[in-house]
């Protein structure tokens, strides 16, 4: 029989080894749960790469909205970079700076509102074209919703066949290195913002051409007719007047009549400077029809609309058109701020013209607005 000294040390050597194999065993476990979890994390990283990619192109496939578009973009490489706050930035053709059109997370009004290509924190991101993490100055820093400012920038500069289109910033608490696969999403992301970009533009360019009168290059008549919705609504907003022009070149029969089409649509062309140059840079000039012309006049009232008529027509009166031609107009006026009478201007001005044509022509006539029965506004 064993004495009771050797079964103690034989059962400690047991204990001790099956101790190490344990330890052994556990520490396996750990290092396998780690890989797992990386691995985990690695797929859920690719997951969320993957989605915001096709979010994106979704968006691009799916709308010519490009403000829908970019918050799509923006939003979701914010969310995956952990950026407290982002503004997308756009570059006009042949531009040297660049605007905020969509943003998240940043205080109204916030400064930054326009990056020139030469200053940071673009000039530095633009110069190797890939996404950087930079130092912000406090003039350069937006005032984030929250409060406060960010002190670093990931900008993603946006680029298609070699143009620069925009940059995206993602405001960030703290600096940060960038790995490789941040890197290639990003320039994903902003391969299809340009995408994005080029496509709204190629669609403004399309629905500019339909709203242009193609001999003046003034609005259309369609173009006109929306644009006095948007002043109407925002006369009606802000508590304003409005007015209206009717222009009708007198006596134009007689020159299609006596120097051809050709001649008269170069009259029409130069009446088109003419009438522009004569009203102001925020009145909207247009082509109503034939050699009738329309101006939307916002904030002005009925003295004010009659004083730059008068301008207008002393303008054509005095000039000499192609060919020494001698022209005059005349010019039918309206103008209100009761909203109420906001849809019946254009009518209105339309019977004022009329009654300058029976009156002997080259002349402005002003509507009475105060006979003119009310309507219900929309």
């Known amino acids: 029989m064993p004495d009771i000294a050797s079964v103690l040390l034989v059962t400690s050597i047991l204990l001790v080894v099956a101790f ?31 989605g915001l990619l096709l979010a994106i192109a979704s968006a691009v496939n799916s709308s010519l909205a490009l403000e829908e578009v970019l918050n799509v973009a923006l939003t979701h490489a914010g969310r995956i970079m952990g ?13 040297s700076e660049m605007r905020r059109e969509a943003e998240y997370n940043l205080a109204t009004r916030a400064k ?24 912000l100055a406090d003039e350069a820093s937006p005032q984030l919703e929250a409060g406060g400012q960010a002190q670093h920038v990931l ?8 143009q620069l289109m925009g940059a995206m910033e ?33 669609f403004q360019a399309q629905e500019e051409n339909a709203l242009t009168d193609e001999l003046t290059k003034l609005p259309n008549r369609r173009a006109l007719a929306e ?33 051809g089409h050709l001649e008269g649509d170069t009259v029409l062309h130069e009446l088109a400077k003419i009438l522009t140059s004569g009203a102001r840079e ?19 009232t009925e003295q004010g609309a009659r004083t730059l008529a ?6 054509v009166a005095a000039a000499t058109f192609p060919g020494g031609v001698k022209l005059t107009v005349s010019i039918g006026v309206a103008a209100t701020a009761e909203p109420a009478l906001f849809t019946t201007l254009m009518e209105s001005a339309d019977q004022a013209l009329y009654a300058a044509k029976q009156g002997g022509r080259n002349q402005v006539r002003v509507a009475d607005m105060k006979t003119v029965p009310t309507k219900q506004h929309a």
Request: positive net charge; glycine residues 6%.
């Open 227 to 259: 644009r006095y919705i948007q002043e109407m609504h925002r006369a009606r907003r802000y508590h304003k007047s409005i007015a209206f022009l009717m222009i009708d070149l007198d006596h134009f029969k007689q020159v299609n009549d006596t120097y």
């Open 155 to 162: 900008v993603v500069p946006m680029q298609r066949s070699g």
């Open 310 to 315: 008068e301008r207008i027509r002393a303008k």
């Open 282 to 300: 925020s009145d909207v000039c247009a082509r109503y029809g034939g050699e009738e012309f329309g101006i939307i006049l916002h904030e002005t």
């Open 83 to 95: 950026a407290v706050a982002g503004a997308m930035y756009l570059l006009p053709p042949g531009g």
């Open 170 to 202: 993602l405001y960030l608490n703290a600096w940060r290195e960038l790995t490789d696969d941040q890197a290639d999403l990003l320039n994903g992301v902003a391969s299809q913002g340009a995408i994005a970009i080029r496509h709204a533009q190629l």
């Open 112 to 135: 930054g509102a326009v990056r020139h290509l030469e200053e940071e924190p673009l000039r530095t991101a633009l110069t190797d074209l890939r996404p950087q993490v930079l130092k």
């Open 20 to 50: 190490v194999l344990l330890t052994v065993s556990l520490m396996r476990l750990r290092r396998t749960t780690r890989q797992l979890q990386a691995a985990l994390a690695d797929e859920s990283g690719a997951r969320d790469r993957a």
